[in-house]
Every structure is written in structure tokens, then in C-alpha cells.
């Protein structure tokens, strides 16, 4: 009974596998499954697209935890073969001081991590000096150039995760190689050292600055005035002030007749934060420069008959650094409000504190204000018609 049924339904299924229906019939249910297929593919990569241009905007609390959980979860999404790899990288660089982690190198390090390994590795030396993969080499060299910028130094894990993503000759390597030739050199070079990571305080900020400005006089030293100590002063702020005995001396020398010139302000960087700072400035002093010609032989000396060697008859003082071509430099400060009236205060403290020649020296400040000329678009157009009239 049971091998009549299997070959009657054979015989059957030969039938209408030899008929023109069988194949119309399979391949529709083929190209239909496919185009299915394929248009889920497409809405997951424009999906993915989306995801990687908006993610980084749409977060509201940006801070470090956040930017590393979106990267895991583009890891997470395609873990084969990391579609869109190249775009999200550009993506989370433009966003890092958003979220404050371009100085972070736990965060540089995950994003290199984002590349799939050991598919980028040349296999000949024609692959290797015509850059196997541009683009994802370009794309990690100006992540590497991005921590240069911000001084991050990488480290030696970060030289394995290269060589596994790209081989060890590839260019993004050589980069590594001649960052950590050069920046180890560099990293502690400078005389003024700041804390890292550098305080926010605007009054630690403004003691890095003067120390750093006055530090061209070793003996400057630097106080910390109170603008409340001053009687009828208006701000309640701090003042730091550098002078050193030799700008002391200068200011006691200095012609009562003549004013004296509060200038600023003026800027300074520290690790990318901008100070502003004032300084205390007299009239130049006039510089008697006496021109030898050396090669005048008109009044040849001839030591050989002379009892005594030739002696200069006079003496040259030389010039404090203080004593510039556009004038004498007195003091420098910054305030916490660089206003006006924390700078009258920080004289009167000059003046209280070993320079009483202030209290007799006219004080001119020439500040520089931050106001700018607005434009209306409606007077603009009256000026027109006006034009136009005539």
C-alpha cells in the first residue's frame, strides 16, 4: 500500500515539475523573497545612516558614559561587518568637545576598536605604499591628528589595536610611530606647568597667567589684593598684581609731571582659556645710542707708545627689561570683573604698598571697550531712499 502511494505522488510531482507553471510558480516566490530581503536591507542601512548623523545631537545628557554607550551600541547593532564604520568615527569626532571627552583616551581608543580586524591588512608591498583601504586609514590618521592636537599621547595598546586592524605598515601606524617619538620630548618642556586637568576657577587661572607674564623678572612677585580693602570702591573683587623692586624703582623715578597709563586689556591663553589682563605703563625713556664707525681710521690709538692702556671715559647702564621701545612697564594685573573701578583699586594698592609717587602722578586710563556699531535694517533703508531722492 505504501509504495503505490509513493509512486503514484511521484509520478504526479514529475508531471508538473515538467510543465512551464512549476518554474513561473518559483520563480516569483524567489524574486519575491529576495526584493523582501533586500528591502529590509536597505531600511536597516538608512535606519543606520540616520542613527549615526543624529545620534550624537538627540543625547541630552552628554558626558562621558553616554558617548561610550553609543559607541557600543553601533558595535552591538552590526558586529560582522560594521557598516557605516568610517561615517560614525567623523561623526563622534566633531561631537567630542560636546560631551567633553577630546582629552580622554579611553574614548580615542574605542573608537579605533569600532574598525573590523584583520580585514584591512595589506598582503604585498604594492597594497602597502598605494594605502590598502584610503579611506579607513585617512579616517584613523586624523583621529591621530585630533589627539595630537588636544595633546593626547596614545599609548602602547593603542599600537596593537593598529597593527591588528591594519598591519605593521600601514600609515596610520607610522603616524603612532613618530607621535610617540615626539610628543614623550615635548610633553614637559614648558616653564610654566598648569595642573592637568586645569582648574575652572578664573582666580587660579589669573595666578597662572600673571606668573607666566612677570616671570621675564625673577624677582616680580605676586600679591592678591582685595578691591573691598579700598575705601568707596564700587566692585567687590579680587586683584592679582606682579611687580618686582627694579619696576619700583622705575616708578620713584618717574616725573610727577608726567602721566601714567592704565592699558588693556590684553589677552592671554591658558591651555585654551582666555585671560584678560591690564598693565600699568609710563613714557618711553630716551635711548642715547653712540655710533661707532668701525671702520673709520682717522684716529688709530697706538698702545705701543702709550705708558697706560686706552680707557672708555664713561659707562653704559644697561636697560631693565621693564624699559621697552613703546615705554616703561610699572606693574601688570587682572581683576575679576576688568572693570574700571577694579583697576582704580588696584592702583590705589600700588600706591599703599611701596609706590606713594601714585598718589602725585596723573593716571590715565586708556581702556579698550568691546562695544560694537549696530546697524539697524530700517535705518539702512532710509539712507537709501534718502540717496535715491537725490
Not at 28 to 54: I, M, P, Q, T, W
Not at 113 to 124: E, M, R
Not at 146 to 174: C, H, S, T, W
Not at 327 to 355: F, M, P, Q
Amino acid at each position: 500500500m505504501f509504495y503505490r502511494k509513493l509512486i503514484r505522488y511521484t509520478s504526479i510531482l514529475y508531471k508538473y515539475k515538467n510543465s512551464s507553471n512549476y518554474y513561473t510558480v518559483t520563480n516569483f516566490v524567489r524574486s519575491l523573497h529576495s526584493s523582501l530581503v533586500n528591502y529590509e536591507e536597505k531600511n536597516d542601512r538608512e535606519y543606520g545612516a540616520l542613527v549615526h548623523r543624529n545620534a550624537f545631537q538627540e543625547v541630552d545628557n552628554k558626558n562621558k558614559n553616554t558617548y561610550l554607550e553609543m559607541v557600543k551600541i553601533f558595535i552591538n547593532r552590526d558586529n560582522v561587518y560594521r557598516r557605516g564604520h568610517v561615517e560614525f568615527i567623523y561623526s563622534a569626532l566633531k561631537n567630542m568637545e560636546e560631551f567633553g571627552v577630546q582629552k580622554d583616551l579611553e574614548v580615542y581608543k574605542a573608537l579605533i576598536d569600532v574598525l573590523p580586524k584583520g580585514k584591512f591588512i595589506p598582503t604585498n608591498m604594492f597594497q602597502v605604499e598605494f594605502m590598502h583601504y584610503p579611506k579607513q586609514q585617512q579616517c584613523i590618521i586624523d583621529l591621530l591628528e585630533q589627539m595630537e592636537e588636544n595633546g593626547v599621547m596614545p599609548d602602547y595598546d593603542m599600537e596593537d589595536m593598529l597593527v591588528n586592524i591594519f598591519g605593521n605598515k600601514a600609515f596610520p601606524l607610522r603616524r603612532y610611530w613618530r607621535m610617540m617619538y615626539w610628543m614623550p620630548k615635548f610633553k614637559n618642556l614648558s616653564p610654566w606647568p598648569v595642573p592637568d586637568p586645569i582648574p575652572k576657577d578664573t582666580f587660579e587661572l589669573a595666578k597662572y597667567a600673571i606668573e607666566r607674564i612677570s616671570s621675564a623678572d625673577v624677582n616680580s612677585v605676586v600679591t592678591v589684593y582685595q578691591s573691598a580693602d579700598i575705601k568707596d570702591s564700587i566692585d567687590d573683587t579680587w586683584i592679582v598684581s606682579a611687580q618686582s623692586n627694579s619696576q619700583v624703582r622705575l616708578l620713584s623715578e618717574h616725573n610727577v609731571d608726567e602721566p601714567v597709563y592704565v592699558e588693556g586689556s590684553f589677552k592671554v591663553w591658558i591651555k585654551g582659556h582666555p585671560i584678560n589682563y591690564f598693565i600699568l605703563r609710563g613714557e618711553p625713556k630716551p635711548i642715547v645710542d653712540e655710533d661707532i664707525d668701525q671702520d673709520d681710521v682717522s684716529h688709530i690709538e697706538i698702545p705701543l707708545f702709550n705708558l697706560k692702556p686706552p680707557v672708555r671715559k664713561h659707562l653704559k647702564i644697561i636697560r631693565s627689561v621693564h624699559e621697552q621701545e613703546d615705554g616703561v612697564i610699572y606693574s601688570l594685573c587682572a581683576t575679576g570683573t576688568s572693570s574700571k573701578d577694579s583697576l582704580l583699586s588696584w592702583v590705589r594698592h600700588l600706591e599703599k604698598h611701596g609706590n606713594p609717587n601714585l598718589g602725585k602722578v596723573p593716571i590715565v586710563f586708556t581702556l579698550r571697550s568691546g562695544t560694537k556699531e549696530v546697524v539697524n535694517a530700517e535705518s539702512e533703508e532710509e539712507e537709501r531712499s534718502q540717496l535715491e531722492e537725490k
